[in-house]
Each structure stands twice: as structure tokens, then as C-alpha cells.
């Protein structure tokens, strides 16, 4: 049974950075595309960030272009969010997930196969 596991969430100040880990277990990731989720309180989940099986393209929302960047060591079975720039909207419930498929909906992984338990990242002075 495959299974994704997140770290590095916590409390950084406006403007901090934050690395998002995801480590897969039970499959190969480099078959996957794989991508990140969140969500706010009170808000639906929405799709951070996206990279193919294909081709390792990568897709992003409007509201973290430019800031977040997400990667992959295939070798390692891990995808990575490296978050810059951060302020209080990026306050979320951070989820990894990886599709058989290997297809991105754009910013987002389109059907996931695998979902991650979560880390909690807070934006605060």
C-alpha cells in the first residue's frame, strides 16, 4: 500500500520561506505526477502546484507564481514545495498528492491516486 507523508510545515513571519518535504513509499514517484494542495479555514481545497510524469513540466497558481517552486528527487521518492515570499494568505493545511496518470489539470494533479496527512503552515508576526 503507497503512502505520502509531509513535513516541514510550522510558524514563519511574513516574508519568511518554508520547504515542504513529501516522501512516497510503496511506489515510484517518477511515474506519478505529483503535485501540492491546500486549504484555509472555512475555504475548499485548492491546487498549489503541479509537475508531470512526462516531462517534469510544472504549473502553478496565479497566487504563488513566481514565489513557491516545486521539484522532485526521484532518486530519494520525494517531492519538494520551496516557499518564498510567504504572508498571512498562504495560512493553510499543505497536502501532497501523486497520480498514476501522470497528468497535471494545470495547477492541479488531476486525479490522485495518493493523498498526504497534511502539515499545517502559519504566516504570522
Known amino acids: 500500500q503507497g503512502q505520502l507523508v509531509e513535513s516541514g510545515g510550522g510558524l514563519v513571519q511574513p516574508g519568511g520561506s518554508l520547504r515542504l518535504s513529501c516522501a512516497a513509499s510503496g511506489f515510484p514517484l517518477d511515474y506519478y505526477a505529483v503535485g501540492w494542495f491546500r486549504q484555509a479555514p472555512g475555504k475548499e481545497r485548492e491546487g498549489v502546484s503541479c509537475m508531470s510524469s512526462s516531462d517534469d513540466s510544472t504549473y502553478y497558481a496565479k497566487s504563488v507564481e513566481g514565489r513557491f517552486t516545486i521539484s522532485r528527487d526521484n532518486a530519494k521518492n520525494m517531492v519538494f514545495l520551496q516557499m518564498n515570499s510567504l504572508n498571512p494568505e498562504d495560512n493553510a493545511v499543505y497536502y501532497c498528492?501523486?497520480?498514476?496518470?501522470?497528468?497535471?489539470?494545470?495547477?492541479?494533479?488531476?486525479?490522485?491516486?495518493?493523498w498526504g496527512q497534511g502539515t499545517q503552515v502559519t504566516v504570522s508576526s
Open positions: 498528492a501523486a497520480d498514476r496518470a501522470g497528468d497535471c489539470d494545470r495547477e492541479h494533479v488531476q486525479d490522485p491516486d495518493y
